[in-house]
């Protein structure tokens, strides 16, 4: 019997609705390089430059256009409908799983709709663009906001639970994600460790693609809803 699983989602998941992927030819990273935009060192070298993609960002999923799709709306009734644990970890910023209404979620990398004071580390919700000009609602200086978010060579949020779920799944499905990026691209393998069946969806393999056990090819809005039935 399932008791327990756990769900990884990408920037695939969020694909339909309009949010673009990073790695895909026409993606996020096609206009900017990573080290300057999603680093801790870019963010110091040329703060103007991190916050307009981010806050170009924001506008974008704030926008009427940009609303939760199938996929995450499956998941968010698997997790009504179902008896046993379901934590969903996700890489993405966006809401839309908080949107469709998932609430056993972790945002491994942060939120783009909170920005977070580099001095005191305290997190605030943001709908607008953080400038210059914002006064940080703890110390009541200027230039003290960076978004919420995790940059490369940081620490991803909330470790520790998301590790003690996976040694105790029953069932690991990644969703969307290129398996790229570590330690997200190594859950799979505690995952295999605990004894889980493991499923990836996606369009395309992944670089993880052969640490998985099962492949669903296609896009998350199909494959996902089929899956939680
Ligand atoms: C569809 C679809 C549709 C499209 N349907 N599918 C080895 C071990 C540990 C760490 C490292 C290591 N080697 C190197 C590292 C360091 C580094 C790293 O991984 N570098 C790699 C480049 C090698 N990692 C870090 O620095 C991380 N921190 C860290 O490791 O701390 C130390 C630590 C060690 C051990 C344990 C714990 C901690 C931090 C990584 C932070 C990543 N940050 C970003 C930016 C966040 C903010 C923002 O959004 O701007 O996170 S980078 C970017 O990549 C973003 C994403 O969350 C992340 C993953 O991307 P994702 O989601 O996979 O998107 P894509 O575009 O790559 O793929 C989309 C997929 O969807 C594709 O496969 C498509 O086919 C598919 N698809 N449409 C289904 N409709």
Avoid at 13 to 35: K, P, Y
Wanted: with cysteine; hydrophobic share 40%; net charge negative.
């Amino acid at each position: 019997m399932i008791k327990r699983i756990v769900v990884l989602t990408g920037a695939g998941i969020s694909a339909e609705s309009g949010i673009q992927t990073f790695r895909a030819a026409d993606g996020l990273w096609e206009n900017h390089r990573v080290e300057d935009v999603a680093t801790p060192e870019g963010f110091d070298a040329n703060p103007e430059l991190v916050q307009s993609f981010y806050n170009q960002r924001r506008r974008g999923l704030l926008s009427a256009a940009v609303q939760p799709n199938a996929a995450h709306i499956a998941l968010a009734e698997l997790e009504q409908n179902f008896h046993g644990e379901l934590l969903l970890v996700t890489q993405n910023i966006d809401d839309l799983h908080k949107r469709a209404g998932s609430r056993r979620l972790i945002h491994m990398h942060g939120e783009l709709l909170k920005m977070r004071c580099i001095s005191s580390q305290q997190v605030f919700e943001i709908l607008e663009d953080i400038t210059p000009e914002l006064r940080c609602p703890c110390c009541g200086l200027r230039n003290m906001l960076r978004p919420h978010v995790v940059w490369f060579g940081e620490m991803p949020l909330a470790m520790d639970d998301i590790y003690t779920a996976l040694a105790r799944c029953d069932v690991f499905v990644a969703v969307g994600t290129s398996g790229q990026v570590y330690p997200a691209a190594g859950f799979v393998e505690v995952a295999n460790e605990a004894g889980a069946r493991t499923i990836e969806v996606n369009l395309d393999d992944s670089a993880r693609t052969s640490a998985f056990a099962e492949q669903r090819r296609g896009l998350a809005s199909r494959e996902l809803p089929a899956l939680c039935r």
